[in-house]
């Protein structure tokens, strides 16, 4: 190609130039465009959609993260509160493994001392001191026949009710009247004032409370079938002897009165003593008479002693903790040159008088110096100084 010479037209270059017709050809483009037009509204409404459904899907996918986010908060919040819950069970367990150990110590300690207390005779014994005290008879009783084997037991009942004790110290008095509701104002009003002779006395009123007491019936069978016997002598002998030897003298005694068919026998070599129990109801009561017999035994005579067979059983016990309703105690009266007894009878003119609260007194107790106890019975609850002593 010569680039040197001058340009050629189109048409010397073999192309033929071919005029175009503005009105036919342009309406057919007209229609195309048209076509390709409508085309691509359709396709771009097409990709709004699509883009609407996009910016959708990220709003619910935002929305969707969001919630995932706080869910995963929370599920951490949880595992926390859970890893927190787990570590405090833990220490709880730990806790109760050690207090659980330390019941089963102390089970075994309690099973060690109920062993210790079923080897004992009397595990439900309650041993309690009690002063000696006279016991009131109270009545026989009278066991029906209901056709069966006579009951020849003698059964007594004896009642039992505990003075109660009440320490009534150095200054103080104990005044029971007549009316409670004499007491029970007086000691609303608390302080009084009381002439005592060439002095006036502030003394002060409280309401008076027993300690613990109790009553109880004593009930007492004395068998018509049974004896006690003691002083058996120690012999070299097996006990199965001895207590053949016991049922033969006994049976043999019939002869002179007493004794008759035996129904057991029991010996204990150890104290040596023995229970003899005859078939025949009433057959102890002829041994009452007299408490020491002869017996024989390895071709020796012995004395032996022999005792009624006593059963007894406690019955209706109560115990009481109460307030005496008609007795009052004066505190506060201040030592005087005058006599115990004068005192106490100006105390009792004070409180006898209605203007001064008071009224009729069955019984006062004054003490000036050391003390005194003072017992009050259940069924009247009136003071006595049977039982005083100074400390």
Not at 194 to 204: E, I, Q
Not at 294 to 309: G, L, R
Request: aromatic fraction near 8%.
């Amino acid at each position: 190609m010569d680039f040197t010479s001058p340009p050629l037209s189109l048409q010397d270059n073999g192309f033929s130039m071919v005029p175009t017709d503005p009105l036919g050809t342009s309406l057919e483009e007209m229609e195309k465009l048209k076509k390709e037009l409508r085309i691509w509204k359709i396709r771009v409404e097409d990709v709004e959609k699509v883009k609407d459904d996009f910016i959708c899907a990220k709003v619910r996918a935002d929305a969707e993260c969001d919630r995932a986010e706080k869910k995963l908060t929370e599920l951490k919040e949880q595992e926390k509160q859970r890893k927190d819950r787990i570590t405090s069970c833990e220490q709880e367990l730990l806790l109760l493994k050690q207090e659980n150990t330390e019941l089963k110590k102390e089970i075994e300690k309690l099973k060690e001392d109920l062993e210790e207390h079923r080897s004992q005779d009397n595990p439900l014994e309650i041993t309690k001191k009690v002063a000696e005290m006279k016991l009131k008879f109270t009545h026989l009783e009278e066991m029906k026949d209901h056709g069966a084997n006579v009951d020849m037991d003698t059964h007594c009942v004896f009642g039992v009710a505990t003075k109660t004790p009440f320490r009534l110290n150095q200054n103080q008095a104990l005044l029971t009247f007549e009316d409670e509701e004499v007491a029970q104002r007086l000691t609303k009003m608390s302080k009084h004032c009381v002439n005592l002779d060439s002095r006036t006395a502030n003394v002060t009123v409280k309401p008076f409370e027993l300690d613990m007491g109790f009553q109880f019936e004593l009930h007492v069978t004395v068998s018509g079938k049974k004896i006690n016997v003691s002083d058996i002598p120690e012999l070299p002998i097996p006990e199965d002897w001895m207590r053949d030897k016991l049922e033969l003298h006994f049976y043999k005694t019939e002869q002179a009165g007493g004794g008759g068919e035996i129904e057991k026998v029991t010996y204990n070599k150890g104290s040596g003593t023995g229970v003899i129990t005859f078939l025949k109801p009433g057959a102890s009561y002829n041994f009452v008479r007299c408490t020491k017999y002869p017996f024989c035994a390895e071709e020796s005579w012995f004395i032996i002693s022999v005792s009624p067979h006593f059963d007894f059983h406690l019955r209706k016990f109560q115990a009481h903790c109460k307030v005496s309703k008609k007795t009052i105690l004066l505190k506060g009266v201040p030592e005087v040159e005058e006599d115990e007894e004068s005192v106490q009878d100006m105390i009792e003119i004070h409180f006898q008088k209605p203007s001064n609260g008071g009224g009729e007194i069955e019984k006062i107790k004054y003490i000036s110096r050391g003390a005194a106890y003072v017992c009050f019975e259940e069924d009247t609850e009136n003071a006595s100084s049977e039982t005083t002593g100074d400390s």
